[in-house]
Structures are given as C-alpha cells and as structure tokens.
T-cell receptor, first 117, second 115 residues
Framework: AQKVTQAQTEISVVEKEDVTLDCVYE???????LFWYKQPPSGELVFLIR??????QNEISGRYSWNFQKSTSSFNFTITASQVVDSAVYFC??????????????FGTGTQLKVEL | DTGVSQDPRHKITKRGQNVTFRCDPI?????LYWYRQTLGQGPEFLTY????????KSRLLSDRFSAERPKGSFSTLEIQRTEQGDSAMYLC?????????????FGSGTRLTVV
C-alpha cells in the first residue's frame, strides 16, 4: 500500500525566513512519481513539481527547492525567503500507475504554512 | 484552454437527497479523475476515466455514488441518498495520455454540505 506522511500540520514563519516542509513516503513499487501541490484558500490545487523515482537530483526553481532522498524515502520542499503569498496548504503526493496508463495520487494530510509580516 | 471547470462551486442539500456534480475537463485531455477532500485531509482518489471508460474505482465509492463520462467529454458524479459523512470538497482533474510532467490539472472543486 502507498502512504505519504507529512508530520508538520502547521508551520508559522516570519516573512523572509526559510522554511522546509517534510514529506516521507512508503511504497513497494520501484517506479513511482512524487509531487508537491499548493492549495491556496481558493481551493484549487496547483502543481509545483514532479520527481520520478530514478532521478534523485535536487531541483531549484526560483525560491523553491526540493531534496529527494530515496535512501530515507523523503522528498522535502524548501521555500527560501518566504513571502506572505506563500501562505497555503502544501501537499506531497505519491503516484502509482492505473489500468490503461492513468495514475492515482496518494496525498499526505498537508502542511498549513502561514507567513506573517 | 480555460482549465478544468466544476459546477456548482457550492451545494447545500438535506440528508437523503440526491445531488449531481459536473466536471468539464480541458478539451484535449482524455483522462479524468474524481477525488474527495474532507476538512484537514488530503484529497482521496475516487475514480478514473480514460475517454468514456471508467477503468478504476476506489472502495470509497459506495453503491450510492455513480460517475459517468458519456462520449468521453464532461463527467458527472451523482450521490444518492446523501449522508452527513458525504460532506466534503469533490475535486475533478484531467490529464492527457503520456503527459505526466505536469501532473494533473485540478478544478476548483464542488463543496458539498449535507445538513
């Protein structure tokens, strides 16, 4: 069975601080994909990044960076110099293939990030 | 490309009533998914269509739930004899075959409240 754990329920930081959101996953599959999504108060899930199980290279996109460590089954997300607009719920998700080639996402419970002035 | 549209945005219904939600995916997307999200939780997979064929259903989808995607375009999710436990956000998402790079595109969801 697939499982994603986001142990941090809520994090509060002051603007310009760096913040890391933790994600630990469980799967028996050798091929899988990991995702991060952002859910602002409007409710729509916004895709941030995908990483496949064969690519452990860390990635940086502007103020966002991701650290994938297969040895510890972790896929952590760091926001550098946080801004108020980063306030949202962030979800980590694990993807498995479905019949016909679709994929099912198993989400963690999310981390509520509050960035204050 | 106007994204994934869901209608209505909000629905309040009395326990025991039937409700139907609609999802219009991005036009060139042949795959469509339904998820349910309860307060404080991540979305949970309900069902998946490839074109008009429903290929996967979660155990969460009880007999009171039925989803259709006629002609492989829009999709409907119907809940019969609603219960208070059905109160949740129902999210629709779509994707195109072979296009996993950007994950799904999610709609803004339909928030159901059963009173």
């Amino acid at each position: 069975a697939q499982k994603v754990t986001q142990a941090q329920t809520e994090i509060s930081v002051v603007e310009k601080e760096d913040v890391t959101l933790d994600c630990v996953y469980e799967t028996r599959d050798t091929t899988y994909y990991l995702f991060w999504y952002k859910q602002p108060p409007s409710g729509e899930l916004v895709f941030l990044i995908r990483r496949n199980s064969f690519d452990e290279q860390n990635e940086i996109s502007g103020r966002y960076s991701w650290n994938f460590q297969k040895s510890t089954s972790s896929f952590n997300f760091t926001i550098t110099a946080s801004q108020v607009v980063d306030s949202a719920v962030y979800f980590c998700a694990l993807s498995v293939l479905l019949t016909g080639g679709g994929n099912k996402l198993t989400f963690g419970t999310g981390t509520q990030l509050k960035v204050e002035l | 490309d106007t994204g994934v549209s869901q209608d209505p945005r909000h629905k309040i219904t009395k326990r025991g009533q039937n409700v139907t939600f609609r999802c219009d995916p991005i036009s060139e997307h042949n795959r469509l998914y339904w998820y349910r999200q309860t307060l404080g939780q991540g979305p949970e997979f309900l069902t998946y269509f490839q074109n008009e064929a429903q290929l996967e259903k979660s155990r969460l989808l009880s007999d009171r739930f039925s989803a259709e995607r006629p002609k492989g375009s829009f999709s409907t999710l119907e809940i019969q004899r609603t219960e208070q436990g059905d109160s949740a956000m129902y999210l629709c998402a779509s994707s195109r075959s072979g296009e996993l790079v950007y994950g799904y595109t999610f709609g803004s969801g339909t928030r159901l409240t059963v009173v």
